[in-house]
């Protein structure tokens, strides 16, 4: 973090500090014994005065920092909330609404067994056994509990389950808008009427510690213009009982994403909003938490590259097209992965084929696509009244290509996918009824796993192992919950669980 | 600072000489005058609002236009409404404010005018529920229901002083401009 006071350039834990005024501290030191150290070895940054105090601030307006600010004031805390954006939000208010929950009444009507057990073992097979176990099973054993939290907030929800790739069944739900939105805008409305003010424009540029290493408060520029780092004018807010990190992912910093993972350059987009930057989660690495994963980085598989960011067309191919269709690489028509295989297995094997694939489904297989006349307006997804037509569109070899629908037909008829054993629906379609809608995948940038550590208490970790007195964190800036690979719509899942685990604690803290 | 406290000063000055016209004469000093704080913002020579040529010289408006002087919104739109070239989309918002008599300080009462100003000011006339209903139409969706809600910053995409720029775009690639329409208020 770079910021006017130049503490940034290394100073602040009492190693650091030592390191960069080395030669003064030591001084005082041999003159006076330890007493004489400045007071200020760990609180380098700690202001004359506090520009304003409140019980508990926390940093970020999506998901989980409104959970723990709801969570926090209804325990008695008065709580500020700081978004750095001009929007509040963050992903949580652009995701796609999808919400993992394990055992709902919603299955059972559909006859789908399931369990937060069930849930777990997905997790953790996606997420190549890296996650951390007591976490994971944290958000699995209260994903219902959360659902049923946001429905007492008011957000409603689609009747069916929907299948994403990874879980072995269908299980997460979909707001009535199929937008993240539907959740958020309840949260905020839910923070009106608590009174707690989510403050725009107000950007954390350090956290502060007092001599003992407790977290006290925070540096903030107000009145902030994304992304001019030197707009705003310089406050500092003591938090009295406790500091939430709630600062979300990282997925659009390009510097520290291709430091991290050098492939990801420019070349390849992202999902995110532009504010999913790594500066809070540098600065809490700064002040000695312990980092987990952090170069665990996931694409999403079912973006186009015929529009910017997540856009549209995503739907069609994680409703439609994997689900009810099939994908195929344009250069030979056939299919080459799983459809519903984890993100990382899908988006790696597109990749493989060194160019974007087409996802192919029918009439029948777009019924839940809510978003399919925009999706045609915009032009991502096509319709075509043959799959002949929609062949020479894509400049598919169209006898391989009716060749492959013929072989998924037969599977589904016959119930099994032999080539790929991808999961049958219950109410499975062939690829039959035109006309015929086609959509090209090529994946971006979606979703940072790695993050500071937590413990159950949703408190994080510092170097030393023990707890950051002070400090919490929830959702995508911390690390261990989802491994190598995050199941597609777990992150919801997770940032109400510990969001709401954050603000319950730091308002005891 | 320095900036901050002269045109404070000039603001208290030009209000104690009280002259006031379509365009006040606080409102010129501060924005066009001797210090003004946007600094590509032509300098008016002469204090009359509706004075484009002022300005603009023959490069905008040409030599046989009628003097404009004096002139309010209603006076541009009798002639400008349906022929061409239209005024549509080609004044800026501070342009179309200040024509319908919204001065600098209608907005810039409080704070300094280099200063941004609050939603809740540009509420005060234009209504959130009017602009949900006046863009329903808008293709491939309406800016103003979007997933952020109806009440955005009206600044992310409506600059008064600049260009204005289509805020859905950072992630969308939304076909629609964002309009400076002549509004008579
Ligand atoms: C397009 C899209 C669709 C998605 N769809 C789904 C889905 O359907 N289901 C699912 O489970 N997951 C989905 N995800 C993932 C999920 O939405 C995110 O992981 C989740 O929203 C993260 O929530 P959060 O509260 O941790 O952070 P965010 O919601 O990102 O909020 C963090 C906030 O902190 C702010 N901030 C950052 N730094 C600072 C600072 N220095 N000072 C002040 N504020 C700061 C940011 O601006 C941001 O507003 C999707 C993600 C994207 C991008």
Redesign the interface.
Known sequence: MTDESGHGKGALTRRGFLKTTGGAALAGVAAGGLFNVPQKAFGADMPNNWDEQVDVVVVGSGFAGLAAAIEAKQAGASVLVLEKMRVPGGNSIINGGVFAVAGSAKQEAEGIKDSPELLLADMLKAGLNLNHVQLAKLVAEKSREAVEWTQSLGVEYREKVVHLGGHSVPRSWSTHNSSGSAIVQKQIEKTKQLGIEIRLQSFLTAIIQDASGRVVGVKVREKYRFPAQDSGTVKHIKANKALVLAAGGFSADMYFRTLQDPTLTEKVDTTNQPGATAEVLLEALRIGSTPVQISWIQLGPWTSPDEKGMGVGYVFNAMAGFVEGVMVDPTTGKRFINELADRKIRSDAIFRTGHPSVTIADSRGVKGVHNLERSLEVGVVKKFDTIESLAAEYKIPPVALQETINLWNGFVEQRKDEQFDRYMQKDQQTIAVGPFYACRCWPKVHHTMGGVQINDKAQVIGLNRKPVPGLYAAGEVTGGVHGAVRLGSCAVTDCIVFGRIAGQHAAKA | MMIQRTSEFFRRLAIGIGLAGLVSFPTLILCHGYISVHADTPTLSSPSGGDCQACHKSTMVPADHPKTSGMAMPDCIACHKQETPSLGNRMPLSHTHLLNGVVCRDCHAEIDPAG?VDKGTCMTCHKPQDLLIATRDV???NPHDS???PE??CD?CHHVHAPSENFC?????FGFTIPSPIIIR
């Open positions: 941004y293709r491939p969706a997933h952020y809600g955005l910053d992310l775009n950072q992630c969308h690639a």
